[in-house]
């Protein structure tokens, strides 16, 4: 475990992963070997290692939330994303409170197109601990089911959140275009490029402009 946790701090992480190999040997149920194995392996980006120290993890630490919680990252990099979203749950099963898991299960769901699911899960995010990045995944999959007035309430939640989020005030920009409120589109559209918004947020601009209802100046 000392020369592991020796090449952890030097970066060697290969190299630490085979140290715990022998630690784990020797003492198969030990948790914080196989909690230190995993990853180690994760870090030196041998996926297929790390999957299958973090299942050993789980068989004997599954109770708690935490090798459920790498298994969903470990899986989601490994582009397994099925495999991922069952961590996930597993993870949520054990921590309910966990705002930061409930949103991963929600992008994991939408990248399932399970939309229904998606949306369940990053509203009980929201509700525990909101978040600009799982407001915007709420967004995304409001927007997918067609729900465009509830995508839009949740992009004006994220800048209100942070009113400094560049993607928070373009997505809201986006959200309102497919909507009547063209000059509510407009500041947003200028919000955004204030903040360094792009090519995109310019066109889209244009594009409402010529929307926008001419008036007659006063008499």
């Known amino acids: 475990m000392t020369a592991a946790q020796n090449a952890l701090s030097d970066g060697d992480y290969a190299l630490a992963a085979q140290r715990l190999i022998y630690a784990r040997d020797a003492d198969p149920g030990n948790v914080p070997v196989l909690r230190m194995m995993t990853l180690a392996f994760w870090q030196a980006e041998n996926l297929a290692a790390a999957a299958r120290a973090v299942r050993d993890w789980a068989r004997v630490d599954g109770a708690r939330p935490a090798a459920h919680r790498f298994a969903a990252r470990i899986y989601e990099d490994m582009g397994a994303i099925d495999l991922a979203a069952e961590a996930a749950e597993r993870a949520v099963e054990r921590a309910p409170g966990d705002a930061g898991e409930w949103a991963r299960l929600g992008r994991l769901r939408l990248r399932l197109m399970d939309r229904a699911g998606a949306i369940e899960a990053l509203r009980r995010a929201q509700s525990l601990e909101p978040s600009v990045e799982a407001l915007l995944d709420l967004a995304l999959a409001l927007q997918l089911a067609g729900d465009i007035g509830g ?43 204030e903040l360094g918004g792009g090519p995109e947020v310019a066109d889209l601009r244009e594009r409402m402009r010529k929307l926008e209802p001419r008036v007659l100046p006063a008499a």
């Open 151 to 193: 995508e839009v309430s949740v992009c004006e939640q994220a800048v209100e959140l942070d009113g400094e989020s560049l993607e928070a005030w373009s997505r809201l920009a986006h959200a309102l275009a497919r909507t009547d409120r063209i000059a509510e589109c407009l500041e947003a559209c200028e919000r955004a490029l």
